[in-house]
């Protein structure tokens, strides 16, 4: 390894060492597995309040995981008492040390496919390995306080793999509910040609067995989700079975029970690939776990499940199932369902469930040995079905139909190739659209029927996906034969990468070739030193602009610029970007408006009220003119500035007034350096309260120091309003003085006292207006 690799290793943990100190500091390390902020929830165990109600829900869950386990074992070909086994080390463990407090651990549908592929590939033996890893990797994950992690999964690729899961299951099992043996091969093109080659012996018993069983789990299902329907699905079916006395095939007695645990040995060969399957089993374990753990949060107000401490609990049930020779289990969403619709309260219920399946494996496996097998694979056949669920492609068609094709993908691949294969695709897929989107620059030409000018705007990325939008740009330029700038309006433009960049200054450079100007208005500082680093021959040097102002002067000597065209532009993109999403306030806004603040500013064009606000329309009641002045009460000769303070707060009832002052004002300049009423009668006489202001505070030269003081003055003028002074009586309105700097862009708010002002924000002092209120306060 090189001294650059070292470094750079060396560099990565000591980031890591210093993030995990952190997290320690801040308690997202759980040194302890969790157990101090779990202590008060086991103490609720040991009183009698809601113990009906848990018992009742842990009889309810224990009929559904009795029959579920079972199924589940006999379609991952092992012994079903590993499935009862498992049921038993998740309802308790998962119970007392989980995050989410009602849910319900076992054995899942969801991991049958998977464990039945390790068994296959590795025996019993590469199970228990496989699955005490899976559990030491939730142990750590969730410890270290990473459990958030797990959500990062697309939710396509999550439903083509589980859709894909059930195409598994349901063609799995068939040869099962005909009577038929099962395929050597455990893929699902072999197993359609072994059904095929031995249909004709199928046993019309089972076959009704099974298909009664189905049909069972899945209308009970619907017509009462509190019942467990897996359990009439194959208790129905046995007692017809045993009084028939039919001969189908049967559970029959199973070896598997509780025995001293051990420690699963490690696989002398194949210990990558176990490896690779344990991580695929974390991450399915992990995902429907948190699916489980966030339909409880939703079924209980007020719940938040602690997906850190959830880990930990199935971590540690996944440890000890190996041990005792069970098989991986989760957080299941259908039990953790059902425990709380049955009236669960409690982990009280999670754990009696686990104790009661306990007492079903020591005393009653006599009575499981009678299940026929045809009722468990009808119950896995239902199973299968909602796994697949058709609703859930329709619904990402509906939101998204790009990305069907990463469900289709990864269904495919999981059915013809494997697990592993399917999500390797699926996520290859989901990254690949994620690509295309994240490159995608939007392009819209503005048209006008000035031939000499074009405007174009440029949004999104552009990376070394936008080679095909700069050729549509090239061609659509080489069509205007009068042509003489192109203006690149480019402020919604995210990311420019050296590809993009590349492409921009091979276009500046053609048309630079052809006389053609570019200019390039608003793009962001990040990448434009991209574009700076990358152009070596000066090209854009002169082509950046941030105003409209300065495209004027950029095309001076073209003599194309048009502020009509800009308008024009503003319009159409208007309509394109912006309307659509308004549609339903504009609507609202038909019907009437209610604006909350009167907002009161200088007509200066650098100010505008709802960009630096960032209000929408119909929350500002915007009153301008030069200099932002407020005629005190009875200027008969200047009433529109009253009626509008008397209509804001009479007939629309806003609660805050903003006076909002500038840095830079031309009015204030023109006060102070004399304005000319020949040339400017209207100006002349419109500033005149503000020549009287001047006179009061002599000793002030600046007019950006007397900016603060002029607010302050239409402040004093506005408490003139009786109806003004009877609402701030009344708490009903606040008055701020704002100044805004055109410069900085950011605002300062008086603080009551003289000349302070204090940045905008949740720190700043509110309603200081008051102080103007009383009769003893000095001159400002």
Known sequence: MTKKSQNSLLRLFTALKIHLRGRARSG??????????????WRALFTVKDLSRDLWASLMVSGAAIPL??????????????????????????????????????????????????????????????GLCCGAIQLVIGGLGFG????????????????????????????????????P??????????????????????????????????????????????????????????????????????????????????????????????????????????????????????????SDQELIGQGLGNIFASCFSGIPITGVLARSVLNIKAGARTRRSALFHGLFVLLVLVFGRSLLS????????????????????????????????????????????????????????????????????????????????????????????????SSRNFDLLAKRVGRLPYIKAVVLDLGDVKLLDSSGASMMLEFIKEMKEKNIRVVLKSLNRESRDVLKRDDSDDLSTDCHVTSESE?????????????????????????????????????????AQKPHTLFITCSDSRINPTLITSSEPGELFIVRN????????????????GAAVEFALGA?????????????????????????????????????PIGVERAKHPHIHDPEDFAKVHVVEQARNILSYPIVRRKISEGQVKVHCWIYDVQSGEFLEWSGKEFEFVPVGPESLHGNIQALLSPTQSDY
């Open 28 to 41: 997202q390390i759980k040194w302890g597995l969790g157990v101090s902020t779990l202590i008060p929830e």
């Open 69 to 130: 386990s079972l199924a589940i074992a006999l379609g991952a070909q092992v012994d079903p008492g590993m499935g009862l086994i498992s049921a038993v080390i998740g309802g308790c463990l998962c119970a007392l040390f989980g995050g989410a407090r009602l849910a319900v651990s076992g054995p899942a549908n969801s991991m049958l496919v998977l464990i039945a592929l390790i068994v296959q590939k590795a025996g019993l033996e590469g199970l228990f390995f496989v």
């Open 148 to 183: 958030r992690f797990v959500r990062y999964l697309p939710i396509p690729l999550v439903a083509g793999f589980t859709a894909g899961l059930g195409v598994i299951i349901l063609v799995g099992q068939l040869p099962r509910a005909l009577g038929l043996p099962v395929s």
């Open 185 to 306: 091969e455990g893929d699902v093109l072999s197993i359609i040609t072994h059904m095929g080659s031995l249909l004709h012996e199928s046993q019309p018993r089972v076959l009704f067995l099974a298909a009664f069983a189905m049909i069972i789990a899945q209308t009970v299902s619907r017509l009462n989700p509190r019942i467990p329907s897996s359990l009439f699905a194959v208790l129905v079916p046995t007692l017809l079975a045993v009084f028939a006395d039919w001969d189908v095939p049967r559970v029959g007695d199973f070896a598997a029970g509780f025995a001293w645990p051990k420690l699963p040995s490690f696989p002398v060969r194949g210990g990558f690939e176990l490896f690779e399957m344990s991580i695929l089993l974390f991450a399915l374990a992990s995902l429907e776990s948190r699916l489980s753990s966030v339909a409880v949060d939703k079924l209980i107000p007020g719940e938040r499940h602690d």
């Open 370 to 465: 009678q299940i026929p097998v045809a009722a468990l694979s009808g119950v896995l056949l239902s199973i299968a079905i909602n796994l697949i669920n058709p609703k859930e492609v329709v619904k990402i068609w509906r939101t998204s139909p790009v990305e069907t094709i990463v469900y289709w993908i990864t269904l495919a691949t999981v059915v013809a190739v494997d697990l592993m294969a399917g999500v390797q695709m699926g996520i290859f897929a989901a990254l690949l659209i994620a690509l295309w989107n994240l490159g995608q620059t939007r392009l819209f030409f503005h048209s006008t029927d000035n031939q000499e000018i074009i405007r174009v705007s440029m949004g999104g990325n552009i990376t070394f996906l």
């Open 551 to 591: 495209i004027a002067e950029a095309l001076l000597n073209e003599k194309v610029y048009d502020p009509r065209e800009r308008l024009l532009f503003g319009v159409e993109r208007y309509r394109r970007e912006r309307k659509k999403a308004y549609e339903e306030l504009f609507d609202q806004l038909g019907k």
């Open 626 to 641: 030069v200099g932002n002045i407020i005629p005190p009460m009875g200027t008969d000769d200047t009433p529109a500035e």
């Open 652 to 688: 629309l009832g806003v609660e805050e007034i903003i006076i909002c002052g500038h840095t830079r004002c031309g009015a204030l300049k023109g006060v102070f350096q004399g304005i000319d009423p020949k040339e400017f009668p209207s100006v002349a006489k419109w500033v005149e």
